[in-house]
């Protein structure tokens, strides 16, 4: 598949009409052992058009679980909003939160430890529609029916456990479970990292079409960008809970500005026969977020930094239509693709589009 071919409209990541779900300038702090302040998750903000698919990514620990249990409202934040359809849900109450859960879910990573295994599939499914009165019984066995061909399982699962689905189907029955009350939108924090790669195409594919034909916002999140640019009409890009780099996926990943950006897409394996990895390869682990590092959080571990990143922070700016990078020196690392091209060695056609993230 070429990159032009996923391209879905012309506007793919262009968009200006209102947010469906906006977090706006969230801060989440939790209490390190000692007392200290761990800030996992730093004024960021990421909106999600009705309908849009957003990718959330970044590597472990740069704050994307917080995001998303945060705005479930698993965390309370410390700062900012939670617009959905454009009410501030960040602090409701349960009560008042209840209509809202149901048009607003979750898929999680585990698909083992997120089914009761002592459940039948048919319970896990009915379980939000009775808690949301639903209707009758009937009308429930019907919606059950439904759901799991929609997620392309066979009719007989209704009466299976949990025990008896492989990973994948497992994460297909946490996919209906997510979609029993007709959600607007659905968050789905790494939704296949723990299934085998063979499977996570399927997942990735049937999170795509549901999304596609059910006009459903998607907010998906993933350590991995070859992966979240499938999927995504944009992009954000978190480090140590911050935003780096937002742009239409295409952008992101075929014009990185921010080097960390740059420097992820590296880690994206690209098979050279012969040749040896031409790879940025990110040096140590993440900073802690109780000590974050001064100006760039991202300076100790930077290609490209120089004194002025070491003091100054700098600010996430503007640089085109729905494109923002914070960077004082952004688009000045070379991307995977000229790395290669500085080699010397002739380039194929498939090599000058840049990488085929999608194999
Ligand atoms: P990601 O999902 O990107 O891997 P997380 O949001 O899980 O990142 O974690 C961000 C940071 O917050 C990490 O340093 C993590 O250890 C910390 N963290 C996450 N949840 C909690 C919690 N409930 N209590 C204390 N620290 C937490
Ligand atoms: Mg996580």
Not at 14 to 29: C, G, S
Not at 297 to 310: L, N
Request: net charge neutral.
């Amino acid at each position: 598949m070429s990159a032009q071919a996923q391209t879905t409209t012309p506007e793919r990541g262009l968009r200006t009409d209102p947010f469906l779900l906006e977090a706006q300038d969230l801060k989440v702090t939790f209490r390190a052992p000692g007392g200290r302040k761990l800030h996992a998750v730093d004024t960021i903000s990421v909106g999600v058009r009705p309908g849009e698919t957003v990718g959330l990514v970044g590597e472990s620990g740069s704050g994307k679980s917080t995001v998303a249990r945060t705005i479930m409202r698993a965390y309370e934040p410390e700062g900012g909003h939670i617009f959905f359809e454009g009410k501030d849900i960040a602090h409701l109450n349960e009560r008042h939160l209840l209509p809202i859960r149901g048009k607003l879910q979750m898929v999680f990573q585990d698909p083992y430890s997120s089914l009761d295994p002592r459940w039948t599939i048919r319970r896990v499914l009915a379980e939000p529609l009775v808690a949301h009165n639903y209707g009758t019984r009937q009308k429930i066995n019907e919606r059950v029916d439904y759901l799991l061909k929609v997620v392309g399982l066979p009719a007989d699962s209704a009466q299976r456990l949990p025990s008896q689905f492989s990973g994948g189907q497992r994460q297909r029955i946490a996919v209906a479970r997510a979609l029993a009350l007709e959600p607007k939108m659905i968050i789905a924090d790494e939704p296949v990292s723990s299934l085998d790669v063979s499977i996570q195409a399927q997942i990735i594919n049937l999170l795509r079409d549901l999304q596609e034909r059910l006009k459903i916002g998607l907010l998906i999140i993933a350590h991995d960008l070859a992966l979240v640019h499938q999927i995504s009409d944009r992009i954000v890009v978190m480090y140590l809970g911050e935003e780096v780099e937002e742009g239409p996926a295409d952008e992101v990943v075929g014009r990185p500005q921010h080097p960390y950006t740059v420097a992820l897409l590296s880690a994206t394996p690209v098979p050279e026969p012969g040749g040896d990895n031409k790879r940025i390869v990110l040096t140590g682990d993440p900073p802690s977020p109780i000590y974050r590092p001064s100006g760039c959080r991202f300076h100790p571990r930077c290609p490209i930094a120089r004194d002025r990143c070491k003091t100054e922070k700098p600010p996430l700016k503007e640089i085109g239509q729905a494109r923002k990078v914070a960077c004082w020196y952004a688009g000045e690392m070379p991307a995977p693709r000229d790395l290669w091209a500085m080699q010397g060695k002739a380039l194929t056609a498939e090599e000058l589009a840049g990488p085929d993230l999608r194999s």
